[in-house]
Every structure is written in structure tokens, then in C-alpha cells.
């Protein structure tokens, strides 16, 4: 039995070095690999994790795992987490791989909503965070309702604790699992509506009767109760009582009976309240101390392009993942609260990662493009760029100022250049680590040519 | 039909498709939702438009459609245009069999049937449509596990991708002015011909109009080449 372990760490760890040599990712295929020769890695793993949360849900899950990681490390010296997005087996077994002890205080992982059966049989978590359910990747998952129930049936047998959003009805109904739970939300905000502008469920998940609102934070979250059965959301055990609208994306947290004001967090949006109560939740639930917990959501920052905020030549540019219909509205969104001279880049891919059906780009509310103001030019790049470009067409959005480019290194140049002050990449979830490696590049390599100009100008003087 | 409960994979984009390419025209069009407790009277409909729902949503949708079926199937044979899709398209028909082989009635409108068999039939798809229509090919997306059979004029011949059953190389129904399909995509967007053909087919049925004006379709066909380059054999 041994023997195939240590062989598969070998082989493993051999894939790694093997594919950093040719600059290739090796967030999934090592794992891959070493879960073929050792099949029960990740029960490994998990002997190896004296403590473990598992997040899952829809959207979301990447930046609580990074956060909570974020958070953990001040406090703890060995935690292991699937930080990069790879969220299913291949992913843990990786992230394993690349750091490999024989302990670990917390194991943290992500796990998509597609591997959470059997990433269970493996992995038994102590903590389980559900952070919304939305239509994703319909070619992969199906609908939405089967998805939920797969999650739903395979926690039955589990004694996890489990931290629920209650604002997402298909989340608080887990309710009626009757397990240890904790409930976070958002109360309502400014960015809260009276109408929901994304077809998404609009029914009571327990009696299948109308749920009536009494607003929408995004999506269907919000506060929903049922004519027919009652069902409605579960008290909140954490919550943020107020967004400020100051600009800055700060926040007042109700954490049971205690208050904690101001807390700001680098990263905008209303999904990014719900990431971070949902981050806190989890700490605080654990026994970590508030102010620790507060200080580091406070200085914590994205590096992987999903969420990043870059600025050079006096322009800040935003890279911000966004692949499918409510992320991508919720983005549109906030990119409407920045009054700038701008310019926005879609990146829309069709590989297996992605989703290979593009159509959920009509299910986005793209409307929010003709309130944006000061937008100069629109870019579409990707495999499927004349698919989105076709899709603002019909909004009426003036096709003159659309750009279509199939290469998003070509359309990252031409958008670099644009003589705006903020610039938008959106790209989907394939596009995301090139888009960044390409800004990088360009930076790096613009900055080059300036300090040897400087450099030949002060030679000349 | 039933926006709130049919309306899976952006097939909205079909009614956001119809509504512009008539704004764009000058042609007014009024997007009336029918759904529950918000019941219309049906022969005010020029265009109608079903999509695909959950089996929860559908499920919920078959009782209270049941009660327009006569209504339905006088418009259809008085040469309404309908466009139905993916699980619109199967609700249109006599059942559904399902994996464990139970039926599920449909509407019963057309008598075909749908059975599920193993497998989902899930990818890009192309075909040359049977309707006259220039260019010849329609892009999009299938994702279907149901296997519909029948012996109506197709919409098109399967050039790439699965269609109506995965085995006849056909791919979706067509009845007078009413089109069953499985494309996803949306399907009109990509394919103005065939959007256009709809709302001409609307038009000559209320105005006896016969032909209507062209319009700049750089972008729609460059979204139907794409696809076309991408995955044609």
C-alpha cells in the first residue's frame, strides 16, 4: 500500500518540476496523474488535516477559499487549500503535492459542486460553507435543480457543521437537513432592487409554490418568504447590517451579539460582502480572534487575475473573472459605479473549462452597458469573441465603438493603449491566468523601455 | 409561454433577437409574457415562443398549459408562427418516456414522441436547413437527452452534431408556420435568416406583407462563421 503512495508522490512531484520547466500549470494534471497510481490520496489527505472545511456552491468559492487561507495563516502554521480554482480531486491532490507535511492544522478546500459526492466519500470535513447555487455550465451540471440535490443528498449522511447562506433559498433550505448550522447574510443595501433582473429560480425549493420578495441583493438572493408553506430566511447568525456607500467597500458585520464597524475590504461588489461574511462566519465559528480575523480581511489581496486591480501610466486596470449569467451581471454592475473615462474587454472562451455552450451570455443582464457612463470603446476577444460582440450588439450598444479581435493578446494591446483611465478585462475562466501573464508582460516589458530611455536621455544630458 | 419557468440556456435571446430585428425595421412588437396568473387571451399572439424548462418547471407548466391545448392547435393550423425549443419542442408532442420508462404526457398537439436513452447529446450542431433559406447552414448548440421521432418535414438535415434522435440525421419539426427545434445558442441571433423568416411569415399571415427590408447582419453572420469555422467536418 505504501509503495503506491510513495510512487505517486514521486511521479507527481516529477509532473511538477516537469511542467514548471515548460511554464505550464500544474494546478490539476500532477494530481491526476498520482491519483491513477494511488487511488486513496485523498483519504491521505485527509488523515493528514487535523481540521477541514469544504466550500462549495456556485460562485464565490475561490475567493472565500483564498480568504479564509488568508486568514488561517496568521493563526496557524500548516494549511493546506486548493488556492488556484482547481476544485476537483485532481485539484486537492495537487495542492497537495506542492506542499507535502505530515500534518496540517486546517485543510481548506474548494470543491465544485460536480466533484462534491466524491470528493466526500474521500474527504470528511468538519465545516462545510454553501455559498449560492446559480445556473453554471449547463453542458456539465445540467440544471440547476439536479445539482442542488446531488449536494443536498450527499451531506445527509455527513455530522458536518454547516455555514449557510440564508439569503440563497436553494441554500437556506438545507435547512430542513437538520444538521449543526450557521447562518450569514446581507441585509438590504444599495445595491439592493425590488425586481430581479436575471432569470434565475423563482420558486419556494420546499413547496414548489411562488416565493414573494421583499427585495433582491443580487440573483435570487435576498429576502424571500413563501405564500404556501412559510418557508423564508433563517435567522442570521452573521450579517452585514450596512454597506457604505462611500466608494470604498466598507461594511458594518453583526456577528451574534457583537458589532464590529468599518470594516473595509479591497475587492467591490455585493458578492464580495457575501465572501467576506461568509469568511468571517467560518473564523469566528472556529474561535479566532475578531480583530486578527478584521485586520486580515482588510489586507488581504487576489493575485491569480480572477480579482486583481493593476495600476500603471496613470490608469488602473481591473481583471475580473467573470463566467456566467450573474457574475457577469453583477460586474456589469459595479463597473456602472465607476464615473472614469473607460474601456471594457470581454474575453469569451468555449473550452470544456468554460462551459463549450456559449449561450448563457444572453442570459446576462448586458442592459447595464447603456448606463455605463463615459465608455469609450467595447472589446470581445476569445474563441467565441463575435458571439459576444453579436450579444452587445442587442442592446443597441453603437456597433462603431465595438472591437472584435479573436486574439486577446492583439485586443489586451489595443485596449493597453486606449486613452482612458480605467480599463475592464472580463474574461472567462480559461482566459483568465493568459490575460493576466499578458498584462504582465506588457508592463513589465513597457517599463523596461522606459527606464532605457530614461536612462539614454540622462546618458545624453 | 411561461418566460419565468421556460428559460433555459439564454434561449431569451430569441425573443430579444425578434424584438430588435423589428424595432431595428421599424416594425412595432410587444413582448407579452404569458405565464401563471398572467393568463392572455392567446389569439392576440403573432409570434409565440416556447422554450425549455427543469423537469420541476415543467412539470408545474403541463397542468395549466393542458387548458390551452384547443387554443393552441387552432392557431397553429390557422398558420401562426411558433418557435419551440428543446423541451417546448418535445412538450409539443404526445409523451415523453422517460429513463425508467414511464410517460410523461405532452400536449399532444403533434403526435410524436420523445424518449430519453442513454446519454446526453451535447455539442456544437449544424445543419442545411430544409426551408429555402440563404445561407443554407443553421448554427447551434444541442443539449438534449430525450430522442424525439417522427415523420414531419424536418427543419434541416444534420451536417454536424446529433439533431432530433442522434440516428436519422435530422433535426427538428416543421408544421405549417410552427418549428420544433433542439438548437440552443440562441438560434436566432446566429441565424437572421431564419429570424427574418419568422417575423416575414408573421407579417404575410396578419398583413399579407411579402418581403421585408435588409439589414446590416455583419456581426450575426460573423457569430454563424465562427461556429461554421470552429466545428464544421
Known sequence: MKIRYFLSVIIGKLIIIFLKLFKRSATALPGKISLKICPYLLEVINDRC?????????????????????????????????????????????????????????????????SFSEVLQHIHPDYIIITNFFRDQLDRYGEIESTVSIVYESIKPLDSTLILNADDPLVANFKSLKKNSVYYGVVENYFSNQHQNVIETRFCPSCNDNLNYEYFNYGQIGKFGCEGCGFDNPPYNYSIIRIKGNGKNCFDIKAKEEIFENVCFKYEGIYNAYNCCAALTFCLEIGMISDVVIERIENFEYHLGRMEIIEFDQKILKITLAKNPIGLTEVLKNISYDNKKKSILFILNDNPADGRDVSWIWDANFETLNVIKNLESIYCSGRRAEDMALRIKYTNFPTHLINVDDSPKDAIMSIINENVDSIYLLPTYTAVFQTRDIVFDYIKNSHHYLDLSKFIKNFFS | MYPDLLNLYGDGGNIICLK????????????????????????????????????????????????????????????????????????????????????????????????????????????????????????????????????????????????????????????????????????????????????????????????????DDKFEYGAHEKVMKLYSK
Open chain 1, 50 to 114: 487535523e481540521n477541514k472545511l469544504i466550500i462549495t456552491g456556485t460562485n464565490g468559492k475561490t475567493t472565500t477559499n483564498n480568504l479564509i487561507h488568508h486568514i488561517l495563516t496568521s493563526s496557524y502554521d500548516f494549511v493546506l487549500s486548493n488556492l488556484k480554482g482547481a476544485n476537483m480531486p485532481q485539484g486537492i491532490a495537487s495542492a497537495f503535492l506542492k506542499d507535502i507535511k505530515k500534518k496540517y492544522n486546517w485543510g481548506i478546500f474548494e470543491v465544485d459542486e460536480g
Open chain 2, 20 to 215: 430588435h430585428r423589428c424595432d431595428w425595421r421599424g416594425i412595432k412588437a410587444n413582448v407579452i409574457d404569458f405565464t401563471l396568473n398572467q393568463e392572455k387571451e392567446l389569439n392576440i399572439g403573432d409570434i409565440f415562443f416556447i422554450g425549455g424548462g427543469s423537469d420541476k418547471s415543467q412539470n408545474i407548466v403541463y397542468q395549466h398549459f393542458l387548458d390551452y391545448k384547443n387554443d393552441l392547435q387552432d392557431l397553429i393550423e390557422d398558420e401562426a408562427v411558433f418557435l419551440a425549443i428543446c423541451g417546448g419542442y418535445q412538450f409539443l408532442g404526445e409523451k415523453y418516456i422517460d429513463a425508467g420508462g414511464n410517460e410523461v404526457p405532452g400536449l399532444g398537439i403533434f403526435d410524436y414522441y420523445t424518449q430519453s436513452e442513454e446519454g446526453r447529446l451535447i455539442g456544437n450542431i449544424i445543419i442545411e436547413n430544409n426551408l429555402n433559406l440563404d445561407p443554407l447552414t443553421i448554427v447551434g448548440f444541442e443539449n438534449h437527452g430525450g430522442r424525439t421521432y417522427h415523420d414531419y418535414n424536418s427543419l434541416g438535415s444534420v451536417k454536424v452534431g446529433y439533431g432530433n434522435n442522434g440516428k436519422d440525421k435530422e433535426e427538428g419539426m416543421v408544421y405549417k408556420n410552427c418549428v420544433g427545434t433542439y438548437l440552443h445558442g440562441p438560434i436566432l441571433p446566429k441565424n437572421p435568416h431564419f429570424a427574418d423568416y419568422l417575423i416575414l411569415k408573421a407579417l404575410k399571415r396578419k398583413y399579407n406583407i411579402n418581403n421585408i427590408s435588409k439589414l
